[in-house]
């Protein structure tokens, strides 16, 4: 009888043996990160993609790791993060799991720093040259992003090469033709003036030619004091009430009261930040930044 059970140990770790060589783990760190992510993995077996930050989250700006991040991260083989400064908690990160591969998807990608646009709601205490990281919001630093977590996949898992490649030159493909997509579709309008929300467009901005002429909080969720919202309101109605762009992620009562004050109209554009858990199309990205497409289209041609 005892070796008839471990005869049958022996068969089940040999079944398993193969599993657990092929099964890898990568961990990115929110959203749109995980979006790029998925897309290198797709169909690649014993691939797993996960996601740190729950796809509600939004940008990472003040996030803290929770425990069951860690956890998450003590199985992880590589970590893909975004870098230019969205992922504050790095630190903690190298010191807990020295181990750990960690590729930041912005190498390379040519940062903007500081702001020209009027900040209305900012807070006191902002960094000198501190990055914008909101670098995925233009197609062409999409290409760059997804090349560079494609590197660090293949350093990490030589074995999944092939497959990699193959999914990064579909991917660039479709970055590539999103890019000229928006490029023509936001050439010829009559208007290029946004206000927004939430320091998110910058790169979208440079990359389209639009300009950003206010944003009105920094960083999302800072309510605005009356004397800022006065103020805000004559700024609008100097520029020539320019469309308003609130963000679905950040429900903003001030925007309500902005627009109805002075004529403004009111958009939403989508920073990509956020999305489904399940489901979730691959091509969501391109299908979200079309809509932005549409959406200025319909603000900046009146
Ligand atoms: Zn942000």
Redesign the pocket.
């Given at each position: 009888m005892k070796n008839v059970i471990r005869l049958i140990s022996l068969l089940l770790i040999l079944m398993l043996l193969p599993v657990c060589a092929l099964g890898e783990t990568v961990v990115t760190s929110f959203y749109p990160i995980w979006l790029l992510a998925r897309n290198l993995a797709e169909g690649i077996p014993g691939l797993e993609v996960r996601n740190l930050a729950a796809p509600d989250t939004?940008?990472l700006?003040d996030y803290q790791l929770q425990s069951q991040d860690m956890k998450v991260l003590e199985e992880a083989d590589l970590f893909l993060v975004n870098g230019a400064g969205?992922e504050s908690y790095l630190d903690l990160v190298f010191s807990a799991f020295p181990d750990l591969p960690v590729a930041r998807a912005s190498d390379g990608v040519p940062l903007l720093y500081g702001m020209d646009a009027l900040q209305i709601g900012e807070s006191e205490e902002e960094e000198e040259g501190e990055a914008n990281?909101?670098i995925w919001l233009s197609a062409s630093n999409a290409v760059l992003m997804a090349r560079n977590l494609a590197d660090a996949m293949i350093r990490q898992f030589p074995s999944l090469e092939p497959g990699i490649r193959e999914n990064l030159a579909s991917l660039t493909d479709r970055l590539n033709l999103l890019d000229q997509e928006l490029k023509d579709g936001l050439s010829d309008l009559p208007r290029r003036g946004i206000i927004t929300f939430?320091?998110?467009f910058p790169y979208f901005a440079s990359a389209y030619g639009l300009e950003v002429l206010a944003v009105v909080n920094r960083?999302?969720g800072e309510t605005l004091t009356p004397a800022q919202l006065a103020r805000l309101i004559t700024v609008i109605r100097d520029l020539g009430n320019p469309p308003l762009f609130t963000e679905p992620q950040y429900e903003d009562l001030s925007a309500r009261i902005l627009a109805s004050e002075t004529g403004a109209k009111i958009y939403t554009l989508d920073?990509v930040?956020t999305g489904p858990e399940e489901n979730v199309p691959l091509d969501y990205y391109e299908s979200v930044m079309r809509k932005n497409m549409e959406t200025l289209r319909d603000a900046l041609s009146e």
């Open positions: 939004g940008c700006h969205m990281a909101h939430h320091e998110a960083e999302p920073p930040v």
